[in-house]
């Protein structure tokens, strides 16, 4: 069993930054691609970044692939979500997740494990 903890999430202006973990514990984290997606109130869960399982590929969804940059630490089994510029409509619960098949990108299918989220809200 792989198990998926966020932290970081909360209360930020427009303009502001926050920056997601993810701890991974349970398995060899570096023997899996880690994605971060988010789910808006009322919306369907969107894909928002890829990194592969050394780190050194990485994929971002286009309308946010400039201002978040995801990353990892295999030595701490952790992989993060770097949001800056942040506005309101970045406004919903963000989702680490896990995949054993090394894919990166979305579909949710890719994915094996998820986390239970973390709410970050942006105020205007």
């Known amino acids: 069993q792989v198990l998926l903890v966020e932290s970081g999430g909360g209360l930020v202006q427009a303009g502001g930054s926050l920056r997601l973990s993810c701890v991974v514990s349970g398995r060899t984290f570096s023997n899996y691609a880690m994605g971060w997606f988010r789910r808006a109130l009322g919306k369907e869960r969107e894909f928002v970044a890829g990194?592969?399982?050394?780190?050194?590929?990485?994929f971002s969804a286009d309308s946010m692939k400039s201002r978040f940059t995801i990353s990892r630490d295999n030595a701490k089994n952790t992989v993060y979500l770097q949001m800056n510029s942040l506005k309101p409509e970045d406004t919903a619960v963000y989702y680490c997740?896990?995949?054993?098949?090394?894919?990166?990108?979305?579909?949710?299918?890719?994915?094996?494990?998820w986390g239970q989220g973390t709410q970050v809200t942006v105020s205007s």
């Open positions: 990194i592969s399982r050394s780190g050194v590929k990485t």
């Open positions: 997740a896990a995949g054993a098949a090394g894919e990166l990108g979305g579909p949710r299918s890719k994915y094996d494990y």
